[in-house]
């Protein structure tokens, strides 16, 4: 018969060994992601730099303004602007929105604006008054914040459905832009839409 003296020495040794501190710490690891918060501006700003994004932030201009970061792709703006903000502290808010605004040559018709919002589910589409559209995704973070990388992962994926908005959003216009150079500049005080979509 075999002997596991031999075996079971050595593994007394392993374990000898990581209680001395020889074992890989548990936080070198894992490393958390970083939170990402609607009332921390500067660390969404620094979270899209990072990632390689061309952003720049807009601050406040009045009281009831909020805080805006631009990011410039090659296909156009969008923004992202902190939202649910406290009336006593501005800078204190619970709420992201992704953001971007169309300007066309004719108002858009009830009809796309509708056929729009069933085919993008996760966005909120609308007119403004001149019947530009404008499409928002909202991410609630709260005081605890959402992870980095999903935050990350939101914008992306906004992104994708601006740029498939794009061709919708001159359709049937008289314009030959159909690339996004025409999506229209925000105001950095809040719009009054419709609740957006939440992730």
Do not use: H
């Amino acid at each position: 018969m075999r002997s596991f003296k031999g075996l079971t020495r050595g593994l007394v040794s392993v374990a000898a060994l990581c209680v001395a501190g020889w074992a890989v710490p548990i936080a070198a690891q894992v490393e958390p992601s970083p939170q990402i918060r609607a009332t921390d501006a500067e660390g969404a700003l620094m979270a899209l730099r990072q990632a390689g994004y061309k952003a720049e932030a807009q601050p406040r201009e009045g009281d009831n303004d909020t805080a805006l970061i631009e990011i410039t792709t090659r296909d156009g703006a969008i923004f992202v602007q902190f939202s649910d903000c406290d009336e006593a502290v501005p800078e204190y808010c619970e709420t992201l929105v992704l953001s971007t605004s169309w300007n066309r040559n004719t108002p858009m018709t009830d009809d796309v604006v509708a056929e729009s919002n069933r085919r993008f589910k996760y966005v909120s589409i609308w007119k403004d008054e001149e019947g530009d559209p404008i499409m928002q995704w909202a991410i609630l973070t709260g005081d605890a914040g959402i992870a980095q990388l999903l935050f990350l992962n939101a914008v992306q994926r906004y992104l994708d459905v601006v740029r498939d908005f794009d061709t919708i959003a001159f359709d049937d216009d008289g314009s030959d832009d159909a690339d996004g150079s025409k999506r229209g500049v925000q105001e950095t005080a809040a719009a009054a839409a419709p609740a957006a979509a939440e992730i």
